[in-house]
């Protein structure tokens, strides 16, 4: 590579450290180096990556140490406009995206708006309905965020940012905000008066949110509810979800207390199991006829037990002696032992 004089960028890339890295290479040459970047400028994302490594071209232009020969150099930048300070940002303001978090800072001065992006490859566009639960972990609703912007001619030209605070958005911080959010946001919703079906889907538990909804599928919020070991039913819990037949029911959510409603196949019955995440409740099973025409009547009927159970509670529904329905109950003295008597019983009447 000693002998190479001509540089092609033609990958999208932003980084400095590879820039610096492409250009070194080029300057071994004893001729004077020639680098052809290519971009895209009608499609935003490939423009902002060159705007950002036009940062970088700009600084060894001034500093005239790309090229050996100055006689060959850039023109003379024509009017130019720097901006380059520190801003708050609003976390109500961000733009969560896939793979970056973007924020529009206007300058006042020129009349114009330039849209920032800083890459976190953590972060995705549902998170913007976590946009409360990140202020209260980073203590504050706004985030310090460095800009640096350059027009000539009233043309943006080049532009960076770097935020610590955005940056600082990790794994860790947001597992603990997905947390926060599961917890007050969907195990602490409640029944609203008028709000009849007790059987809910997804989309019912995540009304009410802002945006785009957090949780795409079913097996997306059971997989970060079990994430805690500690519920007290989650081997009962992931047991059920391996035996779920989804391809005939969408997995079914039962608030106050949180509970999932599971359809496991016998041979001649399905069989609907309602099970709370972490209350001390017997797992309820109702019996009925392996019909999939008939299933939506079948849970209608369900739906009405679990009303009587929600607004007469759990015994004047147990006085009813309900026909094809049944229950198991919990040992907790011993909990190795209490799930493998539970999941035998279960299993004796999966016919």
């Given at each position: 590579?000693?002998?190479?004089?001509?540089l092609?960028?033609?990958?999208?890339?932003?980084?400095?450290?590879?820039?610096?890295?492409?250009?070194?290479?080029?300057?071994?040459?004893?001729?004077?180096?020639?680098?052809?970047?290519?971009?895209?400028?009608?499609?935003?994302?490939?423009?902002?990556?060159?705007?950002?490594?036009?940062t970088?071209?700009?600084?060894?232009?001034?500093?005239?140490?790309?090229?050996?020969?100055?006689?060959?150099?850039?023109?003379?930048?024509?009017?130019?406009?720097?901006?380059?300070?520190?801003?708050?940002?609003?976390?109500?303001?961000?733009?969560?995206?896939?793979?970056?978090?973007?924020?529009?800072?206007?300058v006042?001065?020129?009349?114009?708006?330039?849209?920032?992006?800083?890459?976190?490859?953590?972060?995705?566009?549902?998170?913007?309905?976590?946009?409360?639960?990140?202020?209260?972990?980073?203590?504050?609703?706004?985030?310090?965020?460095?800009?640096?912007?350059?027009?000539?001619?009233?043309?943006?030209?080049?532009?960076?940012?770097?935020?610590?605070?955005?940056?600082?958005?990790?794994?860790?911080?947001?597992?603990?905000?997905?947390?926060?959010?599961?917890?007050?946001?969907i195990?602490?919703?409640?029944?609203?008066?008028?709000?009849?079906?007790?059987?809910?889907?997804l989309d019912?538990?995540?009304?009410?949110?802002?945006?785009?909804?957090?949780?795409?599928?079913e097996?997306q919020?059971?997989?970060?509810l079990?994430k805690?070991?500690?519920v007290?039913?989650?081997?009962?819990?992931?047991?059920?979800?391996?035996?779920?037949?989804?391809?005939?029911?969408?997995?079914?959510?039962?608030?106050n207390?949180?509970?999932?409603?599971?359809?496991?196949s016998g041979?001649?019955?399905?069989?609907?199991?309602?099970e709370?995440?972490?209350s001390?409740?017997?797992?309820?099973?109702?019996?009925?006829?392996?019909?999939?025409?008939?299933?939506?009547?079948?849970?209608?009927?369900?739906?009405?037990?679990?009303?009587?159970?929600?607004?007469?509670?759990?015994?004047?529904?147990?006085?009813?002696?309900?026909?094809?329905?049944?229950?198991?109950?919990?040992?907790?003295?011993?909990?190795?032992?209490?799930?493998?008597?539970?999941?035998?019983?279960?299993?004796?009447?999966?016919?």
């Amino acid at each position: 590579m000693q002998n190479a004089s001509c540089l092609f960028l033609v990958y999208p890339f932003s980084f400095k450290g590879k820039l610096i890295q492409y250009i070194g290479r080029v300057q071994r040459s004893e001729i004077s180096p020639v680098i052809y970047d290519y971009r895209d400028h009608k499609i935003e994302y490939l423009n902002r990556l060159f705007l950002k490594r036009n940062t970088y071209y700009r600084q060894l232009n001034r500093q005239a140490t790309l090229f050996d020969d100055t006689a060959i150099a850039e023109p003379p930048f024509g009017q130019t406009f720097t901006v380059d300070k520190k801003i708050k940002v609003l976390i109500d303001q961000l733009d969560f995206r896939y793979g970056a978090i973007a924020f529009r800072y206007r300058v006042s001065e020129i009349k114009t708006e330039v849209e920032f992006e800083i890459e976190n490859e953590e972060v995705r566009p549902e998170f913007d309905v976590l946009k409360p639960y990140f202020s209260k972990i980073l203590k504050s609703k706004y985030v310090e965020a460095e800009v640096f912007a350059e027009f000539e001619n009233n043309e943006l030209v080049s532009q960076k940012a770097s935020s610590t605070g955005l940056e600082s958005i990790n794994r860790e911080i947001i597992e603990s905000v997905k947390f926060r959010f599961i917890e007050q946001g969907i195990l602490g919703k409640q029944y609203v008066p008028g709000m009849e079906e007790n059987l809910l889907g997804l989309d019912k538990i995540q009304e009410g949110q802002n945006g785009k909804p957090f949780y795409d599928s079913e097996e997306q919020l059971l997989s970060d509810l079990l994430k805690n070991e500690k519920v007290r039913h989650y081997r009962h819990l992931r047991y059920l979800a391996s035996r779920h037949d989804g391809t005939t029911l969408k997995l079914r959510f039962v608030l106050n207390p949180f509970s999932f409603v599971f359809l496991l196949s016998g041979t001649e019955q399905y069989h609907v199991v309602l099970e709370t995440l972490d209350s001390e409740e017997a797992t309820y099973i109702w019996h009925i006829e392996k019909n999939r025409q008939l299933l939506p009547q079948k849970l209608r009927t369900i739906d009405k037990d679990l009303n009587i159970i929600r607004n007469k509670g759990r015994q004047m529904f147990l006085e009813k002696e309900p026909q094809n329905f049944s229950r198991i109950f919990h040992d907790y003295t011993d909990e190795r032992k209490g799930f493998v008597i539970w999941k035998d019983n279960l299993e004796e009447r999966l016919f």
